[in-house]
C-alpha cells in the first residue's frame, strides 16, 4: 500500500526529548531499581514506529526499543480490560484472581494481592496514578501510598478524580494530568526506591459504562485539542485478514437478530483509527517528561520503564471493531518494551512469549519482595538476560463470555497458542472451534478444526490445553 508521508509539522506534534549517552553494563545493579509501569488502553502491538507502523510518531516510545528491550512476541491472557488489568497486577489468570469480565467486581478487586503490595511491604514507596477499571469504584486500593483515578471509564476533559480518596472536578485533559501527578510523584524527595502505576485512559473512547458491563451512549475517540489535526489525511494500514470477513468461522457468522453480517462496513473506519493514535500522542508526549523528570534527579539509569497495553483493537480483520474479546492476534497481542541499562543490552529483540501474568514476578523478583502465593506466570529476567533455555513453548488464552457485545455473546473460550499453532475451544458453543497454522497462516484466515491432515495436531493441543489448564488451578 503506498501510503502518503506525514508532514515535518505532524511528525513533530509529539516532541522528541534528546537522548543522552549512557552506559550499559551487566555489572552487579543497584541493589534494587526504581520501577515506572505505563499502560495504555487497548493500544495494539502494531500501532508504534519501532514496530514497523509507517507514520505514527511514537520518538519517546521507540526510544525505550532503542535503549532497552523490544518483545516481539508479547501477549494477554485474557483479551479483555478488566480481567488483564488484574492479571498485570496479580501474575495470575482471571479463572484464578476473579476479575473475568468489565462488570462491578468491586469488592474482588480490593481483595487482590498484587505485587505493588508486596513492593511497598518490602520498603518501596508505591503510586497508583489512572485508570482502574474493575467496577465504577474509584476508592484507593491496598497497596498504594499515593492513589489517583477516577470513577468507571472517567472522562477526557475536565474529570473528576480521586487523590487520596478526596474527589473534585479537575480542569484539563486526563492524559495531562495524570503526567502531571506522576511527575510530581517521581520529583518527591525520597531514600527508598518507588514503584510508580501509570494506567492512562488513552486510548480507549470516551463512554459511560454501567455495573453490569453494559454501555449507555455512543462512544467518543476525543484526542487533546492540540493533537486534532495530527495525521489527518493519512491513510491507515490494514493487513490482509481485513479481506476475510469470518468466513470458516462458524462463530462469527452465527446469525443474531439485529446484528449485521461481518463486512467491510463492520470494521474500524480511518478516522477511528487516527484519532486512537492522536490520543495516543499525549501519553507519548507524557513519556517524554517522564524522561525528563528522571534525568534532572539523576534516577533514569536506575530506573526500569515499562511501556505495555491490556488489550489489541481490530482494524477491520475479519471484519471486526469493537470486539477484542476474541482469541485471535489483533486482539492478544500487545506492545512490550522495558528500558533499565543496568540489566538490558540496548536494542534487544526478545522473541520468546512474555505474557501479562509475567510482570508481576518480573518486577517481584527484581524489587527483591515475596510474593503473597504462587503465581502463574514467570519472571521475565531470564529473556532480558539472553537466556532461553526451558521458556515456554506454549500459553493459555481465556475468556468468559459477557453480553455487552452481541456478536461475542455466550463465546467463552479456552485456548492453546504455540510457535506455530492455535487452538480455540469455546466453552459455551458446540461445533464451532478453530484451528490455526499460524506459521502457513499467520493472518488466521483459514480453520482447520476438519481437516484430517490435522487431526493429530488438533489432539495434541487438546492434550497441552489441558496440561495448561491444570498447571493454574482455580483456587
Known sequence: MNLPMPTRRQLLAAPFYPVRKFA??????????????ILIDDLRWDEIGCAGHPWAATPNIDRLAREG????????????????????LTGLYAHTHGITDNTARVAQSHRLRTFPQ????????????????????????????????????????????????????????????????AVAFLERPRQRPFCLYLAHKAVHPDMIQRDDGSIEGEPVFRPADRHR???????VPRRPNVRSHAEGKPALLRQIPGV?????????????????????????????????????????????????????????????SVE??????????????????????????????????????????????????????????????????????????????????????????????TERWKYIRYTDLR?????????ADPYEMRNRIADPAARSTLAGLGRELAALLAAAPAP
Open 24 to 37: 550499559y553494563s551487566q555489572s552487579p545493579p543497584p541493589p534494587r531499581p526504581n520501577i515506572i509501569f
Open 69 to 88: 528491550a523490544l518483545f516481539r512476541n508479547a501477549f494477554v491472557t485474557t483479551p479483555l480490560c478488566s480481567p488483564s488489568r488484574a492479571s498485570f
Open 229 to 235: 489535526a495530527l495525521y489527518a489525511g493519512l491513510a
Open 431 to 439: 461445533g464451532m472451534d478453530e484451528l490455526y497454522d499460524l506459521r
Open 260 to 320: 449485521p453480517p461481518l463486512s467491510a462496513e463492520t470494521g474500524t473506519d480511518d478516522e477511528t483509527a487516527r484519532n486512537r493514535l492522536r490520543m495516543l500522542a499525549s501519553a507519548e508526549e507524557g513519556l517524554g517528561r517522564l524522561y525528563q523528570s528522571l534525568e534532572r534527579s539523576g534516577r533514569l539509569d536506575d530506573t526500569l520503564i515499562i511501556f505495555t497495553s491490556d488489550n489489541g483493537y481490530f482494524y477491520g480483520e475479519h471484519g471486526l
Open 324 to 417: 477484542r474479546r476474541l482469541a485471535y492476534e489483533e486482539s492478544i497481542r500487545i506492545p512490550l518494551l522495558m528500558r533499565y541499562p543496568r540489566l538490558i543490552r540496548p536494542g534487544s529483540r526478545i522473541d520468546g512469549s512474555a505474557l501479562a501474568v509475567d510482570i508481576a514476578p518480573t518486577l517481584l523478583e527484581l524489587g527483591q519482595a515475596t510474593p503473597a502465593g504462587p503465581l502463574h506466570g514467570r519472571s521475565l529476567v531470564p529473556l532480558l538476560r539472553g537466556q532461553t533455555r526451558g521458556w515456554r513453548q506454549s500459553f493459555l488464552v481465556e475468556y468468559f463470555s459477557d453480553k455487552v457485545f452481541p456478536r461475542v455473546a455466550n463465546m467463552g473460550y479456552q485456548a492453546v497458542r
Open 118 to 181: 508486596a513492593l511497598q511491604k518490602s520498603g518501596y514507596e508505591t503510586a497508583y496514578i489512572g485508570k482502574w477499571h474493575m467496577g465504577n469504584d474509584d476508592s484507593p486500593r491496598p497497596g498504594f501510598d499515593y492513589w489517583v483515578s477516577f470513577p468507571g471509564q472517567g472522562a477526557y476533559v475536565d474529570p473528576v478524580l480521586n487523590e487520596q480518596g478526596k474527589r473534585a472536578p479537575v480542569r484539563g485533559y486526563v492524559t495531562d494530568l495524570f503526567t502531571d501527578r
